[in-house]
């Protein structure tokens, strides 16, 4: 009898371990599959709704996103340009323009840019973060608040990094 026991007791452990192994080894690698492996069979909007927050909060799509990102070599930066103008009203000021992507293989995810204001010999540099996909040989338009100065200053602009990842 002892040693029924403990071959079930054993058989138990095995068989509970290959199963814990199953599940570990075949679960959501990320948000995508967890979307698919989680809604099989669901037929609720609510049930979807709560699977769909719970796979978005193991898998934060910026972070996949985050992850494939990096800093674009000074080659790949000088493939990227646009035009862009000062808008100065009263009380505030923006600036918006276009950026072209010229890589053929490069999505950009994310600029740097310093906007300068000159008055006389005064001038002042502020970088500004512009989150833009800019997909590759195409353009895409941008819209920034920024530090209204001095009245009568002109306003310029220039490229200081960017990240991107592949296509």
Not at 85 to 98: K, L, P, R, T
Not at 148 to 158: I, L, T
């Amino acid at each position: 009898m002892k040693h029924v026991t403990a071959l079930l007791l054993i058989s138990l452990v095995f068989s509970s371990q290959s199963v814990a192994d199953e599940w570990f080894n075949s679960g959501p690698k990320s948000y995508d599959d967890c979307i698919l492996k989680s809604m099989k069979g669901i037929n609720s909007d609510r049930a979807a709704t709560l699977i769909a927050r719970s796979c978005l909060k193991k898998f934060p799509r910026n972070a996949e996103k985050k992850d494939k990102s990096r800093l674009l070599t000074k080659e790949e930066l000088a493939k990227v340009g646009g035009k862009a103008q000062a808008n100065v009203y009263v009380d505030s000021a923006s600036f918006e323009g276009d950026i072209y992507n010229g890589n053929n293989n490069l999505i950009i995810d994310e600029l740097i840019i310093g906007v300068v204001a000159k008055a006389g010999k005064i001038s002042n540099t502020r970088e500004y973060k512009v989150s833009k996909t800019v997909n590759p040989l195409s353009s895409k338009s941008f819209l920034i608040t920024i530090i209204k100065e001095s009245d009568g200053s002109n306003y310029s602009w220039h490229l200081i990094e960017a990240r991107g990842h592949a296509d």
